[in-house]
């Protein structure tokens, strides 16, 4: 396994009933895996959780027990009562929900826009939206540019909590925008990358010691091979994988890994090509 940057570790908790029965697909989390990856982070669990206050409380502490820099809730932050996620994280973490005057404003900002283009009969705080502008004491909203519920940042210790929305498009939002900053700060300049190479050779068996000697020889980077079946020829989808303080550490660490790749399978007339696949960019 590769080796780990101080400090870098992520917690991910999805919170839905909609997610447990199957309705929509987690892919919040499958895109802040990614965008958090590639941020240089790593993340350690995910965890998935009804609309229930006494369950949202046990998950989130089982979280917290990783110690993660960073530990992000999706869903839960609308103004209907199902909406569970704020005032059960401000339980679990024995915080009191304020009226938040920063919130409030985003909220009413969006209303107003709403109102604007006729898509609401009225603006305004009513009893649901106000909901929106209670958060955690001591905790600041995130501006959301695309819905109405804000996203929330507090602190537990050396840990950083993030509430973000269910709708993907708004959780995204908040993260490449209001959270943006917060990120550079807490996770650095990390780097990721992968390089993906595709070897012809249909016995994983004859692989997989090959693949060994390469994963001790390179601690560094993250070695996995994905069997896949081109046609009627079987071969193996091997993806390198590194991440690192900065790019120049992390393409280095590949080079000298895929080159070892290279040689050694050659060595054994194992026939490799990129697959067809661009690896992803940094």
């Known amino acids: 396994m590769p080796a780990t940057m101080p400090g870098s570790t992520v917690a991910i908790l999805s919170i839905g009933n909609e997610i447990l029965l199957g309705d929509i697909p987690n892919s919040n989390a499958q895109w802040l895996c990614r965008e ?17 206050d006494a369950e949202i409380a046990i998950e989130l502490n089982h979280a917290l027990t990783y110690a993660p820099l960073l530990l992000v809730t999706t869903g839960g932050l609308g103004p209907t009562d199902d909406d569970r996620s704020v005032g059960a994280v401000a339980q679990a973490l024995d915080l009191e929900l304020a009226f938040d005057p920063v919130a409030a404003s985003m909220v009413e900002s969006f209303y107003a826009k709403m ?23 001591g905790s600041r909203a995130l501006e959301n540019r695309v819905g109405a519920a804000p996203g929330v940042l507090l602190s537990r210790g050396a840990t950083q909590i993030v509430l973000l929305p269910g709708v993907p ?79 120049e550490t992390v393409e280095r660490h590949l080079l000298e890994t895929q080159g070892d790749l290279e040689q050694t399978l050659a060595a054994h007339q194992i026939h490799l090509d990129d697959g067809g696949r661009t690896p992803s960019p940094d």
């Open 115 to 137: 109102g604007e283009r006729g898509l609401v009969p009225m603006t305004g705080l009513t009893p649901p939206r106000r909901k929106m502008a209670l958060l955690p004491r």
């Open 36 to 52: 958090l990856t590639e941020r240089g982070a790593e993340v350690r669990h995910i965890a998935i959780v009804r609309d229930v």
């Open 169 to 247: 498009e708004e959780m995204q939002d908040i993260v490449q925008g209001a959270l943006a900053p917060e990120l550079d700060s807490l996770l650095g300049p990390g780097s990721y990358r992968e390089i993906e190479r595709l070897a012809h050779i249909a016995d994983e068996s004859v692989l997989a010691p090959l693949l060994r000697g390469i994963v001790e020889r390179h601690p560094e980077v993250y070695v996995k091979s994905r069997a896949e079946v081109l046609g009627r020829s079987p071969s193996f989808r091997i993806t390198l994988s590194c991440r690192a303080e900065n790019r």
